[in-house]
Structures are given as C-alpha cells and as structure tokens.
C-alpha cells in the first residue's frame, strides 16, 4: 500500500477545526453587536441562515469559556417556547466585566 504524502486524519482534523473556530468567531462576533440585547441560539441559527444543530455546539463551547453568558432573562423562540438570552462577556453584568 502506497503511503501517502500527509496524514489525511490529521488534514481533515486541521480543516474542521478552522471550521469551527471560524464559527466561534462569528458567533461571538454577532453577540458583541447585538450588545446587552444579547442572544438566543435560535436567533443565531436563524440569522447564520443554518441548522441549529451547526451553531448549539459552538454556543455551549463558549459558554463554558465564558464568553457567553448567561444574563438570567429569557427571550421566546420561533417555536414560542423560552430560550435563556446569552451575551458577549464584555456585556455581561455583576462579574467586574461588564
């Protein structure tokens, strides 16, 4: 079996991995625009023009970095059911950042 010229594990890994950090950005990106408003990750499906299933991980991952956070009000999705408002850490209040 011929050997390859590169790691194809390694390559696909290095390209989803941009993918996802490309996201990460423009998730926190849109956060930071929409200011103390804040977001709900069907608003951010919604305006990505995506499934919610593409942005939800992201979401979660900044979460438990702290870059979203979570403001303690609530917003309704498109469905009518209750989505807890997220927003840039730089907007968040009573942590000393915002």
């Known amino acids: 079996m011929p050997l390859l010229p590169f790691d194809t594990r390694q390559s696909a890994h290095a390209q ?44 979660s991952e900044l979460k438990k970095r702290g870059l979203l956070v979570e403001t303690g009000r609530t917003r309704p999705t498109r469905s009518g059911s209750r989505a807890a408002v997220l927003v840039h850490f730089e907007f968040a209040e009573g942590d000393g950042r915002g």
């Open 16 to 59: 989803i991995a941009s993918t996802i950090q490309e996201t990460c950005t423009q998730i926190l990106r849109y956060a930071y625009d929409r200011g103390r408003f804040g977001i709900i990750p069907d608003e951010v499906s919604e305006a990505f023009q995506c499934d919610h299933n593409h942005t939800s991980p992201r979401i």
